[in-house]
């Protein structure tokens, strides 16, 4: 039996929410993961309200470029936020290797709560076990966004073409039509 076309919509429809909610999980993964990095080492030293209000500001000013930036070219965008996070992973490794030389003690230093309960690390794990596992992340954020720059433009949810889905309404409408 040949679908429908309101069979061939649901489907359709079905399928692109899928991609869209995959994609989208992801996104908000990497988003949850960074803001717990952030909590972690500002956990450490509790930052003064001017360099907050700095950051924020900072934030605000990067936010809408890059939200203008992402609407003319998301593939632009995640492939500069992939090189961010490749220049990450090698100032983790830095600082790792920093930890068994220059910076001893701050690598010996116990992990944050914020970190142990993240991380699901013992009470004794340290500040350099910690670095680890944020590169690691960091890492995965890197590939993360190299494969969202490879997606081709049209591919990305909110970029969905729905004059193709009309054109697969239409054809299956002439082919059941007697």
């Known amino acids: 039996k040949q679908k429908t076309a309101y069979e061939i919509c649901a489907c359709l429809v079905g399928s692109e929410m899928c991609i869209r909610d ?16 952030m909590l972690m ?10 360099f907050r209000a700095a950051v924020l500001v900072t934030q605000g000013i990067f936010w809408n470029a890059f939200f203008t930036a992402y609407l003319i070219s998301p593939k632009f965008c995640h492939s500069f936020v992939g090189y961010l996070e490749e220049s990450a992973v090698h100032t983790y490794t830095t600082a790792i290797d920093a930890c068994d030389n220059d910076l001893k003690e701050w690598g010996a230093k116990k992990a944050t709560p914020i970190a142990r309960r993240y991380y699901q690390l ?39 073409d729905h004059t193709k889905l009309g054109k697969i309404i239409k054809e299956s409408n002439v082919k059941q039509s007697p």
């Open 22 to 37: 995959r994609y989208q999980r992801r996104v908000r993964a990497e988003a949850e993961n960074e803001r717990m990095h």
């Open 122 to 160: 013992d009470e004794n794990a340290t500040m350099k076990d910690v670095l680890k596992y944020v590169r690691l992340d960091e890492c995965w954020h890197r590939d993360a966004n190299h494969d969202f720059s490879e997606i081709a433009t049209d591919e990305f949810p909110h970029h969905a």
């Open 41 to 50: 080492f500002s956990e450490m030293k509790n930052p003064s309200l001017v």
